[in-house]
């Protein structure tokens, strides 16, 4: 089928902020007495909040602590972290490559609405005309839940979800994004083992968006989604 969009996660697949995203929940959870280690942590990165917190909270102490807790990593985030993410190479080019080749873009992603802001003029597309973006406000439930991603789809009238592709870093991309039946490219400068993108439903894996770009005719986006 052909394609006329392409949704595109932001934390991982255009910019470099895995591991600080997971260092800022470390050093959240850890003012509250819960010492969890960075490699767990960063498993679980790619999903909001929401998901993120039981893993490693009761939910008694979810219910008392829970929206502090998510405040206080926001802050930290911003305060420690957020200054020294950078973009991947090639990110800003290929939404570029893309709105060229007539498809229309969105970033589909779970960020704070002041972090997206930040995250757009870091990649350097504050003033690229993207065709609709979504935030953490837009979605009830973060990935792997479909939320954010049928958020998006419902700004860009008159796309199917088989017409629609996301570019992810993670598992939880591909899982949320199958659960409304879009197919997704997977990248692997998110940190994310390459057989857990595969077995959690990704058409294709690239390295990271300047590898994406270079192959782009041979892509599922160049090629017009294909393999079914």
Same mark, same amino acid.
Request: one cysteine or more; proline letters at 6%.
């Given at each position: ?15 470099? %902020? ?7 929940? +470390? ?27 039981? +893993?490693?909270? %009761? ?49 589909? %992603? ?18 690229d005309r993207v065709d609709a ?25 008159? +796309? ?26 997977? +990248? ?6 390459e057989q857990a993108l595969r ?14 770009l270079e192959e782009y005719e041979? %892509? ?9």
């Open positions: 089928m052909l394609i006329k969009a392409v949704l595109f996660d932001v934390d991982g697949t255009l910019v470099d %902020s895995v591991d600080l995203h997971a260092q800022a929940w +470390v050093d959240a959870f850890k003012e509250i007495g819960h010492d969890i280690s960075f490699d767990d942590m960063r498993e679980q990165i790619g999903k909001g909040g929401d998901q993120l917190m039981p +893993v490693f909270l %009761s939910p008694a102490e979810l219910k008392e602590k829970g929206e502090a807790l998510e405040k206080r990593r926001g802050e930290i985030f911003r305060e420690s972290y957020l200054p020294r993410v950078r973009a991947f190479p090639g990110a800003a080019e290929l939404l570029r490559r893309a709105d060229k080749a007539g498809l229309r873009t969105a970033l589909a %992603s779970s960020a704070k609405d002041e972090e997206l802001a930040a995250l757009k003029r870091i990649v350097g597309i504050e003033d973006e979504t935030s953490s406000s837009d979605a009830e439930r973060s990935k792997p839940f479909p939320d954010i991603f049928e958020a998006a789809l419902a700004r860009l009238p008159g +796309v199917s979800p088989g017409e629609t592709i996301v570019v992810g870093d993670t598992p939880y991309d591909a899982e949320a994004a199958g659960k409304v039946g879009i197919r997704t490219i997977g +990248v692997l400068c998110g940190g994310f083992p077995d959690a439903g990704c058409i294709a894996i690239y390295r990271d968006p300047a590898h994406l041979t %892509s599922p986006l160049g090629a017009g989604g294909m393999p079914d």
